[in-house]
């Protein structure tokens, strides 16, 4: 059953909701996946800049918490799984609002773990490296990734999608510029599944290496 809701209004999320507990008769599984990123100096940043992420990203997904949880504590428990990114755990040059909001979901989760553990449900987050989608694969992404190791984009896009990659795959321990969907899939599986009952409140990740220069 497919449902199409603003992850922003929480009244939509809530409806949806209570759409799937009538239709399948609870709710086990919750993956709050949904985000947007956009890069813009913190020089030149406007407000629609910064809200425009945080709002989609970590309000959004502390929306989705609320409107779900509800009914996974009435099923008597499950599973909540939450998607952040490596670029809430350092800094990202241009991206400071997108590292924000990711950032913010790691302690959600935390928190949400604390309060929803006694009724039996579990939170955690997966953290996935630069994945190859839309949200990665673009001109925006490649001067970000160029400028973040010391150069100048080119502004052709084909030679600054070469220069990027090479770049990326240098920098990353096992030489990919990014990782696919599918690489990210099995964690968020093992979340989701009977395997994880004892695990709660953390993430795990799935970054091709990048996670080797994460210090904290």
Known sequence: MALTADQ??????????????REWGGIDILF?????????????????????????????????????????VRRGGGRIIAT?????????KFGAAYSASKWGILGLVKSAAL????????VN??????????????????AQAISDGGREPSGDPQRDEETAMAM???????GVPWVEPADVVPLVVFLASDAARMVSGTSFAATGGDSAHVTA
């Open 32 to 72: 709050a996946n949904a985000g947007i990123q956009a890069f813009k100096p913190l020089l030149e940043m406007e407000d629609p800049d910064w809200h425009d992420q945080i709002d989609v990203n970590l309000t959004g997904t502390a929306n989705a918490l609320r409107a779900f949880a509800p009914a996974i």
């Open 125 to 142: 987050a997966v953290i996935p490296g630069l994945v190859d989608t839309a949200l990665t694969r673009h001109e925006d992404r490649y």
């Open 84 to 92: 952040s990114s490596t670029q809430g755990q350092h800094g990202t």
């Open 168 to 174: 990326l795959k240098a920098k990353t321990p096992l």
């Open 8 to 21: 922003r209004d929480l009244g939509a999320l809530r409806a949806a909701a209570d759409a799937v507990e």
């Open 115 to 122: 309060e929803l553990g006694p009724h039996g449900v579990t």
